[in-house]
């Protein structure tokens, strides 16, 4: 059986630079060399393109320098990754290697957020994951909300502020933020993942702060009420046109909140699965995590975090994670695996759904017929 060519892309550009490595390792080891052969490519903090054998290993220990420069994918006629090499007469132009389908192991901003997306459907390649406006829509924690208030999916209350205002006018900001209640309060990159840059706001002077600390990250911040004592509760997706869902999943922070801490370095909060709530509950929040998947035309996966109230369960949708964390301890494969779908099933089956919604592409026509 011809095994099909995969490139790995991992690294990037964001704060999120050093989980998409954490991620990429999980992958590369589930992926079947029987049935893979695999080409990976590390994005530097730059946004070079770099490979080689074990390019991961290279961009771990921070030693690129042999590693061999890779051009992106641009032409639709060309399926074929390329590299450059210094020779005598100067700079050489190689073939590195067909691919059949790319892999992004990438997390936040060039990475989950459209625009790397955008790169590979003007390259007309398969790719794992949600299209351009599914991930850009999704990484948008501002127009996110949006269009879950037009859908009718419960958010928390939330304000949208601009790096700008908190600049020239923070007294004003912050007024508008305490007209949506009592603190405390969550300030966030609208543009980031994995918990970077967020701060539980307790005070004045910690929102203040907490706004600072978010605009190091975006432009773009948005500032959601504290929920009173909720449980954290999440439930992955899987599919492109008819998602499905795995069992949920209740996170205990080890902190005051699910923070990055939490997720990637100690690994200290506890995770409960299958959580511990009434069926109508998990039934009514997989539902949500369907029609929020359908709402901003997800595909591939995502993982769904919600808030559930302790005295009423009431449920509140907090995120859609369209390149969720694939790490050893991460929630995504977690569920599934309780599902009953091990990680290299999963890694197999987004593959899958990768090459599917690559031949619903190629059924498009693109020119008005004569």
Same mark, same amino acid.
């Given at each position: ?89 100067? *700079?050489? &132009?190689?073939?590195? #290697?067909?691919? /059949?389908?790319?892999?992004? +192991?990438?997390? =936040? ?99 203040? *702060?907490? &706004?600072?600390?978010? #605009?190091?990250? /975006?432009?773009?911040?948005? +500032?959601?009420? =504290? ?144």
């Amino acid at each position: 059986m011809k095994k099909l060519r995969v490139a790995v892309l991992f690294g990037g550009r964001s704060g999120e630079h050093d989980v998409s490595l954490m991620s990429a390792r999980s992958v590369l080891a589930a992926l079947d060399p029987e049935k893979y052969e695999v080409t990976q490519i590390g994005i530097t903090l730059d946004g070079d393109w770099l490979t080689g054998e074990n390019a991961l290993d290279a961009f771990v220990n921070g030693n690129t320098r042999e590693l061999d420069r890779v051009i992106p994918p641009t032409e639709p006629s060309h399926h074929s990754l390329y590299t450059t090499r210094s020779t005598k007469m100067g *700079e050489k &132009l190689e073939t590195l #290697a067909a691919v /059949d389908v790319f892999f992004p +192991v990438l997390h =936040g901003p060039f990475g989950e957020d459209g625009t790397l997306q955008g790169l590979l459907e003007m390259a007309d390649v398969a790719y794992v994951g949600a299209g351009v406006a599914g991930s850009s829509v999704g990484m948008d924690k501002g127009i996110f909300k949006d269009v879950m208030r037009a859908n009718h999916i419960p958010i928390v209350d939330s304000v949208l502020v601009l790096r700008g205002d908190i600049e020239t006018n923070m007294d004003g900001v912050i007024e508008r933020i305490e007209k949506m209640g009592a603190y405390p309060f969550f300030a966030k990159p609208a543009n980031l993942g994995s918990s970077v840059g967020i701060s539980k706001c307790n005070s004045r002077s910690d929102l203040a *702060e907490g &706004l600072m600390e978010a #605009a190091r990250y /975006d432009r773009r911040i948005v +500032v959601e009420k =504290g929920v009173g004592n909720v449980r954290e509760v999440e439930v992955s997706v899987l599919g492109n046109e008819e998602p499905v869902t795995s069992v949920c999943g209740e996170v205990l922070p080890s902190r005051e909140f699910y923070s990055y801490e939490s997720k990637y370095v100690d690994g200290t909060s506890g995770l409960i699965i299958p959580s511990q709530l009434p069926n109508e509950v998990t039934e009514k929040i997989r539902e949500y995590a369907v029609r929020a998947y359908k709402a901003i035309d997800c595909a591939g996966m995502a993982r769904a975090d919600f808030f559930v109230e302790s005295d009423t369960n009431h449920i509140y949708l907090n995120e859609l994670n369209t390149l969720p964390g694939f790490t050893s301890i991460s929630m995504y494969p977690k569920l599934w695996q309780a599902s009953g779908l091990s990680y290299p099933q999963l890694v197999d089956r987004l593959i899958e759904l990768a090459l599917a919604r690559k031949a619903q592409r190629d059924r498009t026509e693109h020119r008005r017929s004569a």
